[in-house]
């Protein structure tokens, strides 16, 4: 069954290789094209993130190396990966292509210039998430502990979202922020979160927060790190799947999607180390969960509910 994943890390894996690493085949790629492949994944979305320790006036050459390996090298060097520039183009993916989607995470990078995040837009960015766990001029992240919400600098990024029909990602907001995207998104996401209810991470949404989500017609999509599946780190298959009976048993089981957060993560789901290992998770959804039903969870839900999508 055809997976579609709203999250990995694989451009700051590549950029840090500094040209050594092969999208291709290389072993250190948890989303090498190889294992897309293996696992079925139909569409992999990339996320351009930034250290917090790169200097300020470094930040955007760093999104924009990071783009460069995503032409280059995922691109570039692979003529079966498509570009995925607009909604659209989910269904113009043939037999064979695995389509290629920027996202952002954090919008650290464009420091207090929105004409370079509609540079990033322009060159592929179609998700982008406000923060990572840190604070920055547009809101305060999960780890910052002020916890305040959007700054206007903050709104201004949001409405610029909506006009482009970019969805804005609320993974990384702190609680304040999130409630204040809730109010201004038209088009919501988390892309790679779990249920706080089940494991108590600031991470993770709240029953509330979940709901609001499934309200307004956002997606969540489950997120395969341990530390964000349960408090002891050592997780199963089964573990990740409680987060999606969870989040199933508050409405929303039309609007949940998976994030892997391959190569973005330290730990791993027993059977679920890399995306070749896809099939395992679609396996063992369909022992409790309608064919139908899992192929919402796989990609269909995504596809039904995307900007643009025909309802």
């Known amino acids: ?9 694989a451009l700051l894996k590549l950029s840090e290789g ?25 569409a992999q979305c990339f996320a351009i993130f930034i250290e917090p320790d790169i200097p300020s006036d470094r930040k955007f050459q760093a999104a924009l190396e990071q783009v460069d390996y995503f032409y280059k090298e995922v691109l570039g060097e692979n003529p079966d990966m498509f570009h995925i520039k607009n909604w659209a183009d989910f269904d113009q993916l043939k037999i064979g292509q695995i389509g290629a989607m920027l996202t952002l995470e954090g919008v650290d990078a464009i420091g207090n210039d929105l004409m370079k995040l509609r540079t990033l837009f322009r060159l592929g960015v179609r998700s982008v998430g406000l923060t990572w766990n840190n604070a920055n001029l547009a809101a305060d992240g999960a780890g910052e502990p002020r916890g305040a919400g959007l700054t206007l600098f903050g709104k201004e990024i949001v409405q610029l979202n909506n006009e482009n029909q ?29 249920a706080k209810s089940l494991c108590n991470h600031p991470r993770n949404l709240t029953d509330e927060q979940a709901a609001a989500m499934f309200q307004k017609g956002g997606l969540i ?22 987060h999606i009976d969870h989040f199933c048993s508050l409405g929303g089981v039309k609007q949940i999607g998976l994030g892997s957060d391959f190569d973005g993560i330290s730990q791993f789901i027993i059977d679920l180390e890399n995306a070749a290992k896809s099939q395992n998770l679609i396996n063992e959804l369909l022992k409790h969960y309608s064919e139908e039903e899992v192929r919402g969870f796989a990609s269909q839900n995504f596809l039904d509910l995307r900007p643009g999508a025909v309802r």
């Open 1 to 9: 069954m055809n997976i579609i994943d709203l999250h990995c890390d």
């Open 18 to 42: 500094k040209g050594k690493l092969r999208f291709a085949d290389a072993p250190e790629l948890e989303t090498n094209k190889a294992r897309l492949q293996q696992g079925k994944i139909k």
């Open 166 to 194: 970019v969805l804005t990602d609320v993974s990384h907001l702190c609680e304040k922020a999130f409630w204040d995207v809730m109010e201004l998104a038209d088009y919501p996401i988390a892309s790679h979160s779990n």
């Open 221 to 242: 999509h489950v997120v395969y790190n341990p530390p964000f599946i349960n408090e002891s780190g050592d997780a199963h298959i089964s573990d990740l799947i409680k």
